[in-house]
């Protein structure tokens, strides 16, 4: 492919993009925020108990917020316990002249309450993001040997938290378990990273204009090949604070970094 069929396949799509990250995301994505919004921020303390006694928990909740979202905690599934504050309000005594109104004193006690992680319950789906399908059709061994070329290792790993993939400087990790489509799509975010933030420039630059730029050449590079996107960028990018501005601003940085992909994984002359 010809840099410049390669040019106006990005441009094509980033106009698409900016388009559905000015929507303001799927229904799915919407869903998807206004569930976990019903989670309790838990304190470090906290998420330490928790990462001890079940140290694969993902979302905890506690019973009866369970109930509120469609699910129910499984018979015999052993709560995971966390310190909850409590309020308590201490009455006046007869002998204190405090005016009427402050007649009360407020008392700040903790106790000991229970939650359960979302693998211990049953019942409605929670909402997810969309996620990239598709058959990538031989173009994943082509990005790879362009990532080879550049020097960066790639390696498998379901040591990485949550995240599907990891940038390092020099080295991408990948969770082994994404499907083809969500593999490819991975490989270029964690790349465009490599190419565009591991450099002196990562200095100049927030997490929302990183993780922006990176998801905005995945997308890209997806649609060059056929991919079905199906808003999964868009919801990304909105889940960092990503907005049009942000993608305006970088779209010369982002179209470069595409291009260059695009035209290296291409298998036509």
Known sequence: MKVEQAKQLAEDALNQLIADVERGGSDAFKAYLATMARF???????CMMIAMQRPDATHVAGFNRWKELGRFVKAGEK????????LLRKKATAGDTAPAEQDAETLLRFKAVYVFDVSQTD?????????VG???NGHTERLKEFIAQRAVTVEYSEDIGSADGVSKGGKIVIRPDLTPAEEFSVLVHEMAHEM??????RKETSKTIRETEAEAVAFVVCQAIG????????????LYNGDKETLTESLDHIQKTATSIIEAISASP
């Open 134 to 136: 598709g058959d990538p």
């Open 40 to 46: 309790h921020h838990y304190s470090f303390g906290n």
């Open 227 to 238: 991919l079905d996107t199906n808003g999964a960028a868009a919801d990304y990018i909105k």
């Open 123 to 131: 019942g409605k789906p929670l909402p997810e993001f969309a996620r």
């Open 79 to 86: 709560g995971i316990v966390i310190i909850a504050p409590m």
């Open 196 to 201: 565009l933030h591991r450099t002196e420039r």
